[in-house]
């Protein structure tokens, strides 16, 4: 029996996370187990000396969904925790997962900023959104800081995600019984 994936996409500091940690402790509270996929610690053995060109996250998502795409064959319930900033990549997941779903965890940049300024784990670099816009301002290069998803690079929203979550009004809570829902809807759980 084919797993399920199910990719939570938006900004960084949008909330994505939270709600991918939260949807796993619902889901096993009805003994559905999930592998929670992070692109943060993906990334960390991909490129452990990342520079974030177009290039190198090419390379890092088509990896991940490479590794969904196995996990789901095997039966292995998928939830995808990555920014996924270009349409490509999530359609490409869409077409080689045959059991996807992709939630759309929509949130104002000010307040995904005020977010990721305050990370707890130190999978990447804190500030990101502050160091974008100072190394716009000032013109000078940051140190490990590429080119910031919603700042130097647009966030390509979807079409048709199967949700869109708006992480701005909805607590983890809420927002991730709303996914939970969903996936009873589309018949996922």
Same mark, same amino acid.
């Given at each position: 029996?084919?797993?399920?994936?199910?990719?939570?996409?938006?900004?960084?500091?949008?909330?994505?996370?939270? %709600?991918?940690?939260?949807?796993?402790?619902?889901?096993?509270?009805?003994?559905?187990?999930?592998?929670?996929?992070?692109?943060?610690?993906? %990334?960390?053995?991909?490129?452990?000396?990342?520079?974030?060109?177009?290039?190198?996250?090419?390379?890092?998502?088509?990896?991940?969904?490479?590794?969904?795409?196995?996990?789901?064959?095997?039966?292995?319930?998928?939830?995808?925790?990555?920014?996924?900033?270009?349409?490509?990549? %999530? =359609?490409?997941?869409?077409?080689?997962?045959?059991?996807?779903? /992709?939630?759309?965890?929509?949130?104002?940049?000010?307040?995904?900023? %005020?977010? /990721?300024?305050?990370?707890?784990?130190?999978?990447?670099?804190? =500030?990101?959104?502050?160091?974008?816009?100072?190394?716009?301002?000032?013109?000078?290069?940051?140190?490990?800081?590429?080119?910031?998803?919603?700042?130097?690079?647009?966030?390509?929203?979807?079409?048709?995600?199967?949700?869109?979550?708006?992480?701005?009004?909805?607590?983890?809570?809420?927002?991730?019984?709303?996914?939970?829902?969903?996936?009873? /809807?589309?018949?996922?759980?």
């Amino acid at each position: 029996m084919r797993g399920w994936a199910i990719w939570l996409t938006g900004l960084p500091g949008s909330g994505k996370t939270a %709600r991918a940690i939260e949807l796993s402790h619902l889901l096993d509270k009805i003994k559905i187990k999930v592998q929670h996929l992070r692109m943060d610690e993906i %990334r960390n053995i991909l490129t452990p000396e990342r520079k974030y060109t177009e290039e190198e996250r090419d390379h890092a998502y088509r990896s991940l969904i490479l590794i969904a795409k196995f996990l789901t064959e095997n039966g292995v319930n998928v939830i995808i925790d990555a920014t996924g900033h270009r349409k490509e990549w %999530r =359609n490409m997941a869409r077409e080689l997962i045959p059991n996807f779903m /992709e939630i759309y965890v929509n949130c104002p940049i000010e307040v995904s900023m %005020r977010r /990721e300024s305050k990370r707890k784990d130190d999978l990447v670099m804190r =500030n990101l959104y502050e160091k974008a816009l100072k190394r716009l301002k000032e013109g000078k290069d940051i140190d490990g800081l590429g080119q910031m998803i919603g700042i130097d690079v647009p966030y390509e929203e979807s079409e048709n995600p199967d949700l869109v979550i708006r992480s701005d009004i909805l607590d983890v809570k809420e927002s991730s019984q709303l996914i939970f829902q969903k996936m009873k /809807e589309l018949k996922k759980i």
